[in-house]
């Protein structure tokens, strides 16, 4: 899952260009939980020398995006419930906080920006895949947090966004098995409603919405996860 990345060529912008591409390809589920990442793969993707690459990994695993194993590997985290249900609690405490605010603040621009954001996701689920419409996911809530007018809120939120990484993959392994899977079609009848509430300037009927949003996300993967359990168990 190497070919997404561009090559670099300004060596004063290389490392903070390789961090920032496997962040984003963290964050939008491209590597599979466990995965291994091998600084040598990496740079010859990049088409870099292996020291940006060894520090953008050692940056990622820094910020929990990347786990250090004891004899020096680098891997995706493997996935667990308890973590999960850990990020589901935090994202829910800072994104709702971060709407609330955000419903104070926001001005006509941003919403009809958020609104047109819901159609290009709405778009990509049904035209560029899985992967295009979490890029439109994402998009979409950093847009409503940074119209929180917080300087700490948004990057707290990347931080967790970023361990909730190897679980956006379960998800796109899920939507591209099935094409049925209700998941996102669900998630921008909600983003309509926040929409809504943010332009009424509605601060309790936006947090309201953006966590009941972010509870469905989590409990479709915790039924995804658990029905993987009993395939593997049985």
Not at 109 to 138: C, F, T
Not at 178 to 197: C, Q, R, S
Request: glycine share 4%.
């Amino acid at each position: 899952m190497t070919e997404h990345f561009t090559r670099v060529v300004k060596r004063s912008t290389m490392q903070e260009s390789i961090y920032a591409q496997l962040r984003a390809s963290l964050m939008q589920g491209r590597f599979e939980p466990g995965r291994q990442l091998t600084v040598a793969t990496l740079a010859e993707a990049f088409g870099s020398s292996a020291m940006p690459v060894r520090e953008a990994l050692r940056q990622l695993v820094v910020e929990n995006g990347l786990v250090a194993l004891p004899n020096g590997t680098i891997q995706v985290p493997e996935i667990s419930k308890k973590h999960l249900r850990d990020l589901c609690d935090a994202r829910i405490a800072l994104e709702g906080l971060a709407t609330e605010m955000a419903a104070k603040h926001i001005d006509e621009p941003a919403v009809r920006r958020l609104r047109r954001l819901i159609s290009e996701h709405e778009l990509a689920i049904k035209h560029d895949g899985i992967h295009e419409s979490l890029v439109k996911n994402q998009e979409f809530h950093f847009l409503i947090y940074r119209a929180s007018g917080s300087t700490v809120l948004p990057p707290l939120i990347e931080t967790v966004w970023l361990q909730c990484g190897p679980y956006m993959r379960v998800i796109t392994e899920e939507v591209e098995r099935d094409e049925k899977v209700p998941y996102n079609t669900a998630g921008t009848d909600l983003h309509h409603v926040v929409v809504d509430a943010l332009e009424a300037h509605n601060a309790s009927a936006a947090r309201k919405a953006m966590e009941k949003d972010i509870r469905m996300s989590f409990d479709f993967l915790i039924k995804t996860i658990e029905k993987r359990e009993v395939l593997a168990a049985g």
